[in-house]
């Protein structure tokens, strides 16, 4: 009779340390689990959570400034 209640306590432990431990890392749990389910979706485009106004090939400067004029051959910096 021992040890089914040393059975018992010890499941009871371990099913109270999982509801804390879920508990306690909740958002960091479900970000994970989301991040999963995601990866194991073949329907999911990673592609596709980007604005559709983005554009990766876009300069990161587009607005080019003024053109500066050229140095003259008697400038001491050049």
């Not at 209640?5 to 960091?28: F, N, Q, Y």
């Amino acid at each position: 009779m021992a040890a089914i209640t040393v059975a018992i306590i010890a499941i009871a432990g371990v099913v109270l340390g999982w509801i804390a431990i879920e508990m306690a890392c909740k958002p960091c749990l479900e970000k994970g689990r989301e991040a999963i389910d995601r990866s194991l979706n073949p329907d999911y485009d990673p592609d596709a959570d980007a604005d559709a106004d983005t554009n990766i090939r876009a300069p990161l400067y587009p607005h080019h400034p003024a053109a500066a004029p050229s140095p003259s051959p008697s400038d001491p910096a050049v």
